[in-house]
Structure formats: structure tokens, C-alpha cells
Nanobody
Framework: VQLQASGGGLVQAGNSLRLSCAASGRTFSSYAMGWFRQAPGKEREFVAAISRDGITTYYADSVKGRFAISRDNAKNTLWLQMNSLKLEDTAVYYC?????????????????WGQGTQVTVSS
């Protein structure tokens, strides 16, 4: 599966942004997917994951209640709706495909990655 993330940009704190991840390949609906982010000087961290059928989701504590992950298998697309953005949400965001069908936050389980999209939150 090849992934293309988009939708990043500069936004003021408290506002919203929606990231998209377009996937190519016939196996999109077979696996769980996730979003990760990496801030300058920091390791890549888990943000959210969704099961292959879109029913089960899982979030990092830092974004729970503010972010929402969703997918449309018919459109081969993954989204991340980000609300009430904070300065600390500034990072490059990556979408990824897991090698599992269930949700996981373990970065080692993800084997295909998009190129990343920059999200910058200003005060």
C-alpha cells in the first residue's frame, strides 16, 4: 500500500484541521491504520489508530477527546480530524498501515508509511 498524506498547514491554537491520507492498493481495507507525529528533536509518537472495519479506535491520552480518526474503505481514505489544537500538537504527521487487523499503538507493527504533512499551531 502506498500512502499520501495531506491537509497540514498553519493554524491558530484552538482551531481545527483535518488531515487526509489517500491509499493506493487493493489491501487498504485489510489492515488497521494509524496516525503518528514527530516534533523537532523528538521521537515519532503514536496519535491514533483505527481497526480495518473502522469500528474500533484508539487514541493517545494527549489527543483523546480532541482528535478523531476515521476511514472510508470504499474511498481508500483515512482521516484525522483535529480540534482544539494546542501549540504542542505542532509536528509532522504521518499516516501508516499496520500489519495487524486490530488497533495498535506499537510503531513496530506499522510497515507502510506516508511522506508526512506538517502541522504548525501558533499562539
Amino acid at each position: 500500500v502506498q500512502l499520501q498524506a495531506s491537509g497540514g498547514g498553519l493554524v491558530q491554537a484552538g482551531n481545527s484541521l483535518r488531515l487526509s491520507c489517500a491509499a493506493s492498493g487493493r489491501t487498504f481495507s485489510s489492515y488497521a491504520m494509524g496516525w503518528f507525529r514527530q516534533a523537532p528533536g523528538k521521537e515519532r509518537e503514536f496519535v491514533a489508530a483505527i481497526s480495518r472495519d473502522g469500528i474500533t479506535t484508539y487514541y493517545a491520552d494527549s489527543v483523546k477527546g480532541r482528535f478523531a480518526i476515521s476511514r472510508d474503505n470504499a474511498k481508500n481514505t483515512l482521516w484525522l480530524q483535529m480540534n482544539s489544537l494546542k501549540l504542542e500538537d505542532t509536528a509532522v504527521y504521518y499516516c501508516a498501515v499496520s500489519g495487524t487487523t486490530w488497533v495498535t499503538s506499537s510503531i513496530s507493527r506499522y510497515n507502510s508509511w506516508g511522506q508526512g504533512t506538517q502541522v504548525t499551531v501558533s499562539s
